[in-house]
Each structure stands twice: as C-alpha cells, then as structure tokens.
C-alpha cells in the first residue's frame, strides 16, 4: 500500500511539472517620440516581414519540454504594422503603399526559453530586427537587438508570457520611430 502511495505521488509530481504549450497574441506597445520634426509630404510605404522559420518561439521548460512549446498567434506582421502606422502618421508621415520610398521591418529572431529542471526559475525572451530603407538614391539598413532576463518564483502564465514578449518587441522596434538616421535618410530621398 505505501509503495501505491509512493509511485502516486512521484506521477502527482511530474503530472505538476509538466507545462502545456502556449499561444501568444503580439500587440507591441509603441509611442511616439516626443520630438520628431518631419518635412511636410514626406511619403513612405511600410512593409513589416517575419523571416521566422517557425511561430514556435521556444520551449517554456519543465520535465516534458518537448511538449512546453511557446509560439506566436496568426500573422504578427500585420499587427505591428498597424501599431506603427498611426504613429507615424501623427508625427507627419503620409504611409502610402505606391511610395517610391519603402521601409521593411524584418523580424528576424523572436525567442522564449524557460530554464529549471522540475521547476522554472528563469525566463529570457530574446528579438532581433533589420530595418531597410529603399529608394532610387539606394537603401539604408540597420539592426535592432534586444534580450531580457526574468527570474520568476512559478512557471509564467500565458498572459505574463504575452506581456514579456510584447515588452522585448517592443524594446526593439521602438528604436526606429526614433533613429534620426532612418528618418533623414527617408525625407532626403522621398
């Protein structure tokens, strides 16, 4: 009776270990800078592309981690660039899609890891992105790098994984709203 005990409580345990996967909603918080002068009738179109080879951004950790994926929901370019065009807008831009002038946001690198044998104690979110600039002067590129280390007391929920997630693309797409280099090289060759 007390080994039928036993080997329940050792499943209870790794029943609790074991993380089920999660999906992600992407809405990144982005703001406008508060000074940005922009030259009247400045044009650009806006494309936002995801060289992601997978929406799995990582595994959450655990005993199963096989089975303790993370990844992102639908199509994440299209919501980020809804999130920019506005702004953009509001500091004067005009994003129209027949702009000789293009700029491509490229998610290149969207990561999640959790780290903890039975239990997580540590999460790191990691992004990556390349900006280009196209127009008949030539182009412009530049990259955006971000990473952020959480420890945690409980394996996050997925809203707290949401939130972590947004923050790091967030942290790394603001930037371009307010690289000068970008913007002049776009009012320069528009």
């Known amino acids: 009776m007390k080994k ?13 270990c074991a993380l089920s996967p999660q ?8 703001k406008l800078p508060e000074e940005l002068s922009v030259i009247a009738n400045t044009r650009f179109s806006l494309s936002v592309t995801d060289k992601r080879k997978s929406p799995v951004l990582g595994q959450r950790g655990g005993v199963y981690k096989e ?10 370019t299209e ?8 702004l953009f807008e509001k500091a004067g831009y005009n994003i129209d899609k027949s702009a000789a002038t293009r700029m491509n946001i490229v998610i290149v690198e969207l990561t999640y890891q959790g780290y903890g044998e039975h239990r997580i104690s540590e999460v790191e979110v990691t992004a990556k992105v ?8 030539g182009n412009i590129s530049k990259n955006f790098n971000a990473s952020h280390k959480q420890e945690v007391l409980n394996a996050p929920s997925e809203e ?31």
């Not at 409580?9 to 790794?14: D, G, H, R, V």
């Not at 390349?130 to 002067?137: D, G, L, Q, R």
């Not at 994984?161 to 320069?188: C, F, H, M």
């Open 67 to 76: 089975t303790a994926i993370i990844k992102t929901e639908g199509d994440i």
């Open 23 to 30: 999906t992600v909603k992407i809405d990144p918080d982005l």
């Open 4 to 16: 039928t005990i036993n080997v329940f409580l050792i499943f209870l345990f790794l029943t609790a």
């Open 79 to 86: 919501k980020i660039r809804l999130n920019l065009i506005p």
């Open 130 to 137: 390349s900006v280009t600039i196209t127009s008949t002067a």
């Open 160 to 190: 707290k994984n949401a939130e972590l997630i947004n923050d790091i693309l967030s942290t790394v797409i603001q930037p371009v709203l307010n690289d000068k280099t970008l913007l002049d090289y776009i009012e320069r060759n528009q």
